[in-house]
Each structure stands twice: as C-alpha cells, then as structure tokens.
Nanobody
Framework: QAQLVESGGGLVQPGGSLRLSCIAS????????VAWFRQAPGKEREGVSC?????????DYKYSVKGRFTISRDNARNTVYLQMDSLKSEDTAVYYC???????????????????WGQGTQVIVSS
C-alpha cells in the first residue's frame, strides 16, 4: 500500500519561503505524476502544481503561484518538493501531495486524476 507523508509546513511571514516535502513509501514516485493541492479554511481544495513522471519531467502550475513556487523531484529519496517563495497571506492552507498510479505522460492539477494522498501539512503566512 502506497503512503505519502508531507512535511515542511509552518508559520512564515509574508515574503518568506518554505519548502514542502512529500516522501513516499510503497510506490516509486518517479514512475508517476505527482501533484500538490491545498485547501484553505472554508474553501474548496485546489490544485497548485504538478510534475510528470521522471522520464518526462514536465511541470505545471496554478496561475497565481507561477514564478513563486517550484516543484521538483529527488528520485533517489523518492521525494517530491514544493519550494514556495514570496509567500502571501492567500497561500495559507493545508497542503497535500498526491500521486497517480497509471503512469500518464502528462500531469494535471485536477484531484480526480490522483489515487493516493498524504495527510497534509499546514502552511500559515502571517505577520
């Protein structure tokens, strides 16, 4: 059974940075697309970024985080990261990573494409 564990969340001031990690067990993340989602209080979950399987390594981002967030892989550590810079208060949310298990040649930030999810890590951007 695949398991994903997120870490790296916390409290940061506006303009600051955080790096989230998504560590997998029971599945080789390099064979599948992985995405980051977030859910703010009182709002629906939304896709933030995705990365295709490692042999393609294409990335995509929600428009509002382009140029500020970077998704990447470390295949040796079976980990996907989300580097978040220039954080804004509207980035406050619980962040989740998710992986599909088909091996698509593309990635999307649509939740129904993904099969396994982590438990989430809280990010609070506040002064």
């Amino acid at each position: 059974q695949a398991q994903l564990v997120e870490s790296g969340g916390g409290l940061v001031q506006p303009g600051g940075s955080l790096r989230l990690s998504c560590i997998a067990s029971g599945i080789n993340l390099d064979k599948y697309a992985v995405a980051w989602f977030r859910q703010a209080p009182g709002k629906e979950r939304e896709g933030v970024s995705c990365i295709t399987k490692a042999s393609i390594n294409f990335t995509d981002y929600k428009y509002s985080v382009k140029g500020r967030f970077t998704i990447s892989r470390d295949n040796a550590r079976n980990t996907v990261y989300l580097q978040m810079d220039s954080l804004k208060s509207e980035d406050t949310a619980v962040y989740y990573c998710a992986t599909e298990t088909t091996g698509y040649s593309y990635c999307s930030i649509v939740a129904r494409e993904y099969d396994y999810w982590g438990q989430g890590t809280q990010v609070i951007v506040s002064s």
